[in-house]
C-alpha cells in the first residue's frame, strides 16, 4: 500500500493558544488534580485553581520584567514540575518557548540562543548558567537569566504581584492558533541544529486526537485517575507532547522526573503510581534486563525465561485474535499465564508502582519480542513514529489492534505516503511550518505541505507503517537521542594516527566508534618511542596507542552534549577499502556495509563496554 489516511476525530479550535487549557480546568473543575509535584522528596498534589494561579501569578511576573507578545524565551532544565509552569506561563502572554538540552555545550546553547534571538533564559542551577556565561557576550539579545535554584520563580511572582490579572487575560486572548508555540532544535544532519517552528495549532491537531483515540490510556475513572510520570526530556518534542496533552485532557496527574538512573527513577515510579508511561525503547529494555538480572541473582533465571516465553506466546495470540487470525490463547496458555501473572509479572508491575498498564514507546524502534512480553506481562507498549517537524506522533498503534514491531497507524488527521524511493511522506494539522531562518532547509523538506521524513518505510494492507531504515545517515539511540555522526568522525580522524572513525549507535544504549590506524603514522610513532615496529594484531592491544586515540575520542566529545558523545572504541587491525566494499570511489564510508562486515566487533562494544 502507497498511502494511508486516519480521519480527524478532533478539529483544532479556530481561536485561542495552548495556555487556555489551564483556565479552562480552572474554571469548570477547580479541585480536579491536574500535577503532582514533589516537594523535599514527597509528592503534592495541585489542583486545577492552584496551577492556574501559579501560571497567572509567573505570567505577570515575566511581563513585570520585560518579556512582551512574541518574544522568545530559552529554557534550559531538566524535566521538572517548574518547566510545565514556565511554559504555559509563557504561552500565557503569546511568547515563545526555546528548549535547549540541559547537556548542550556551550557553543550549541549560544546557536540555538542566537539563531532564536532569544531575549532571556531560565536556567535551573549554577552549571548552566555558567554554561550561558561563557557564551553571553555573543549574544546581543539576551538580556536575562533566571536561574530556578536561586529562586527565580519566587522572585518573578513577586515582581508582578503589582499587575492586575485582566492584563495577562488581554495578552492571552490575542493569541491564534497559528502563532508560534516554541521552537525546538532538531540535531542538523550536517552542520548547526535547525529550529523547528511549532504553533499552538500543530500541537492542538497532535494532542487532542491522540487523547481521544487513546481514551483507555488518557481516561479517568471517579477514583481511579489516569496519571503519568513524565522523565523524558523536556527539550524533547516527545516529553513536550506529553505534557501539553495532559494538560490539555484536564484529567490526568501529570508528576516530572528528572532522573532517568534506575536508583532515583523506580522509587518514584512506586511513590507516583503512574496509570501509564512515555518512554524510549531503552527504558523499557533496561527494565526488562533489571528484572531478569535480579531473578539470576536469586537462582531464579529458568524460570524467569519460561515466564518471559509464556507472556510472549500469550501476548501473541492475542494479537492474533484482534486481527481475526486466531481463537486467542488456548487453555493450557491461560493457565500458564495465570501462575506466572502471580509469581512474575506482578511482582515487576509493582515495582512500577502497581498501576501501570500501558506505555507508550517512541524515538528509535522498539523489538517486536520486547513489547510482546510486556503485554503479555500486563502493560500494553503502543509503539508510535514521528519527528520533531511533526510534533511527536505521526503514527501509533491503536489500542484494540496493537501491531507489536510495527509503529501503527496514522494517528487520526494525518496521511502516510510512500515515495517512489520508499521515503516516508507525512501530511496532517501537526506538521511544523517550517525552519526558522533557513528558507532552504525549509525547502527540501516541505512540499505543499507533505513533509518528507529522510526515513524509509512500508505500508501493510491495514496502513500499519514499517520503518525500513534513514536516507540519511543520523543515528537513533535506543535512549531517543539523534545524533549525527559526521562531526564526531571528523573530529577523531584529524588525530595523526587515525585513519578512518565509524560511528556506530543506532538503536543502541550509547554512541560508540570502530577506528583504523593509518599505517605510516604509526610506523612512525613507535619509531619516535624507541618501540619495535609490531603486527596490526599486536598494535591494536598496545596500551600507549590506546591512550593515544582516546585523545582523539576526547577531543571529539568536547564537540557534542554527555548523550552524543562516543562512550567507548575499538581500534581495528585492516583499514576499511574501497576493494573491500567499504569505501565508495570517492572514500565516503559504506556504513551498512561497515556494520555488516564487523558485526562481531560491534556485539564486543555493547557487550564488554
Given at each position: 500500500m502507497r498511502e494511508f489516511t486516519v480521519p480527524p476525530l478532533v478539529t483544532a479550535p479556530p481561536v485561542g493558544g495552548l495556555a487556555d487549557a489551564v483556565f479552562t480546568n480552572a474554571a469548570e473543575a477547580p479541585d480536579q488534580v491536574v500535577l503532582g509535584r514533589k516537594v523535599d522528596g514527597v509528592w503534592h498534589d495541585v489542583t486545577a485553581a492552584q496551577f492556574r494561579d501559579e501560571v497567572l501569578a509567573l505570567a505577570k511576573g515575566l511581563l513585570a520584567d520585560g518579556v512582551r507578545f512574541g518574544d522568545r524565551v530559552g529554557i534550559m532544565a531538566r524535566t521538572r514540575y517548574e518547566w510545565t509552569l514556565f511554559d504555559f506561563a509563557l504561552w500565557s502572554i503569546g511568547a515563545q518557548s526555546v528548549p535547549v538540552y540541559p547537556t548542550s555545550s556551550s557553543d550549541q546553547v549560544r546557536w540555538m540562543l542566537h539563531d532564536s534571538g532569544a531575549v532571556a533564559c531560565m536556567v535551573e542551577h549554577e552549571d548552566h548558567a555558567m554554561t550561558i556565561g561563557a557564551v553571553v557576550d555573543q549574544l546581543p539579545h539576551l538580556t536575562r537569566l533566571w536561574q530556578l535554584d536561586a529562586g527565580a520563580v519566587d522572585e518573578l511572582m513577586a515582581a508582578g504581584a503589582y499587575l492586575d490579572d485582566e492584563v495577562v487575560d488581554r495578552h492571552r486572548v490575542a493569541?491564534?492558533?497559528?502563532?508560534?508555540?516554541?521552537?525546538?532544535?532538531?540535531?542538523?544532519?550536517?552542520?548547526?541544529?535547525?529550529?523547528?517552528?511549532?504553533?499552538?495549532?500543530?500541537?492542538?491537531?497532535?494532542?487532542?486526537?491522540?487523547?481521544?483515540?487513546?481514551?483507555?490510556?488518557?481516561?479517568?475513572?471517579?477514583?481511579?485517575?489516569?496519571?503519568?510520570?513524565?522523565?523524558?526530556?523536556?527539550?524533547?518534542?516527545?516529553?513536550?507532547?506529553v505534557e501539553v496533552a495532559a494538560i490539555r485532557s484536564g484529567r490526568v496527574r501529570l508528576g516530572h522526573q528528572p532522573s532517568l538512573a534506575a536508583a532515583e527513577l523506580i522509587p518514584d515510579l512506586a511513590a507516583f503510581k503512574p496509570t501509564f508511561v512515555l518512554a524510549v525503547p531503552y527504558v523499557f529494555e533496561k527494565v526488562f534486563h533489571s528484572a531478569r538480572r535480579k531473578a539470576e541473582l536469586s537462582g531464579k533465571l529458568g524460570a524467569f525465561d519460561k515466564a518471559a516465553e509464556v507472556a510472549i506466546r500469550y501476548a501473541e495470540a492475542q494479537e492474533h485474535k484482534a486481527f481475526g487470525t486466531g481463537p486467542g490463547p488456548g487453555a493450557g496458555?491461560?493457565?500458564?499465564?495465570?501462575?506466572?501473572?502471580?509469581?512474575?509479572?506482578?511482582?515487576?508491575?509493582?515495582?512500577?508502582?502497581?498501576?501501570?498498564?500501558?506505555?507508550?514507546?517512541?524515538?528509535?524502534?522498539?523489538?517486536?519480542?520486547?513489547?510482546?512480553?510486556?503485554?503479555?506481562?500486563?502493560?500494553?507498549?503502543?509503539?508510535?513514529?514521528?519527528?520533531?517537524?511533526?510534533?511527536?506522533?505521526?503514527?501509533?498503534?491503536?489500542?484494540?489492534?496493537?501491531?507489536?514491531?510495527?509503529?501503527?497507524?496514522?494517528?487520526?488527521?494525518?496521511?502516510?505516503?510512500?515515495?517512489?524511493?520508499?521515503?516516508?511522506?507525512?501530511?496532517?494539522?501537526?506538521?511544523?511550518?517550517?525552519?526558522?531562518?533557513?528558507?532552504?532547509?525549509?525547502?527540501?523538506?516541505?512540499?505543499?505541505?507533505?513533509?518528507?521524513?529522510?526515513?524509509?518505510?512500508?505500508?501493510?494492507?491495514?496502513?500499519?507503517?514499517?520503518?525500513?531504515?534513514?536516507?540519511?545517515?543520523?543515528?537513533?539511540?535506543?535512549?531517543?537521542?539523534?545524533?549525527?555522526?559526521?562531526?564526531?568522525?571528523?573530529?577523531?580522524?584529524?588525530?595523526?594516527?587515525?585513519?578512518?572513525?565509524?560511528?556506530?549507535?543506532?538503536?543502541?544504549?550509547?554512541?560508540?566508534?570502530?577506528?583504523?590506524?593509518?599505517?605510516?603514522?604509526?610506523?612512525?610513532?613507535?619509531?619516535?618511542?624507541?618501540?619495535?615496529?609490531?603486527?596490526?594484531?599486536?598494535?591494536?592491544?598496545?596500551?600507549?596507542?590506546?591512550?593515544?586515540?582516546?585523545?582523539?575520542?576526547?577531543?571529539?566529545?568536547?564537540?557534542?552534549?554527555?548523550?552524543?558523545?562516543?562512550?567507548?572504541?575499538?581500534?581495528?587491525?585492516?583499514?576499511?577499502?574501497?576493494?573491500?566494499?567499504?569505501?565508495?570511489?570517492?572514500?565516503?564510508?559504506?556504513?551498512?556495509?561497515?556494520?555488516?562486515?564487523?558485526?562481531?566487533?560491534?556485539?564486543?562494544?555493547?557487550?564488554?563496554?
Open positions: 493569541i491564534t492558533p497559528d502563532a508560534i508555540a516554541t521552537i525546538i532544535y532538531t540535531s542538523g544532519t550536517t552542520g548547526r541544529p535547525k529550529g523547528c517552528l511549532l504553533t499552538h495549532a500543530n500541537f492542538m491537531a497532535e494532542c487532542d486526537n491522540i487523547v481521544e483515540r487513546w481514551e483507555p490510556v488518557f481516561h479517568s475513572k471517579p477514583g481511579d485517575q489516569a496519571s503519568t510520570l513524565l522523565f523524558l526530556p523536556l527539550a524533547h518534542v516527545f516529553g513536550r507532547m496458555l491461560r493457565m500458564a499465564h495465570q501462575v506466572y501473572d502471580k509469581l512474575v509479572y506482578a511482582k515487576m508491575r509493582e515495582a512500577l508502582g502497581g498501576r501501570l498498564r500501558h506505555g507508550m514507546s517512541g524515538g528509535s524502534g522498539m523489538e517486536r519480542r520486547l513489547g510482546l512480553f510486556f503485554a503479555g506481562a500486563g502493560i500494553t507498549v503502543y509503539e508510535g513514529y514521528g519527528l520533531t517537524e511533526s510534533t511527536a506522533a505521526a503514527t501509533a498503534n491503536p489500542p484494540e489492534q496493537t501491531r507489536f514491531g510495527t509503529v501503527g497507524q496514522p494517528i487520526p488527521g494525518t496521511t502516510v505516503h510512500i515515495a517512489d524511493d520508499g521515503e516516508v511522506w507525512l501530511y496532517g494539522g501537526q506538521i511544523f511550518s517550517g525552519y526558522l531562518n533557513n528558507p532552504k532547509a525549509t525547502d527540501e523538506a516541505l512540499h505543499d505541505g507533505w513533509l518528507a521524513t529522510g526515513d524509509l518505510g512500508m505500508l501493510d494492507e491495514q496502513g500499519y507503517l514499517t520503518i525500513t531504515g534513514r536516507k540519511k545517515e543520523i543515528l537513533v539511540t535506543s535512549g531517543g537521542k539523534s545524533v549525527s555522526p559526521a562531526p564526531l568522525e571528523e573530529r577523531v580522524r584529524a588525530h595523526p594516527l587515525v585513519a578512518q572513525c565509524v560511528v556506530v549507535g543506532n538503536d543502541r544504549p550509547f554512541i560508540a566508534a570502530l577506528v583504523t590506524l593509518d599505517p605510516e603514522a604509526v610506523s612512525h610513532w613507535l619509531t619516535m618511542r624507541g618501540k619495535p615496529q609490531m603486527t596490526p594484531a599486536d598494535l591494536v592491544r598496545d596500551k600507549d596507542l590506546e591512550m593515544e586515540v582516546r585523545r582523539a575520542v576526547v577531543a571529539a566529545n568536547t564537540l557534542v552534549s554527555q548523550a552524543e558523545s562516543i562512550r567507548t572504541f575499538r581500534i581495528l587491525a585492516a583499514q576499511f577499502s574501497e576493494e573491500k566494499g567499504l569505501l565508495t570511489p570517492s572514500l565516503k564510508l559504506k556504513r551498512k556495509a561497515i556494520e555488516k562486515t564487523y558485526t562481531a566487533e560491534i556485539e564486543a562494544l555493547y557487550h564488554h563496554g
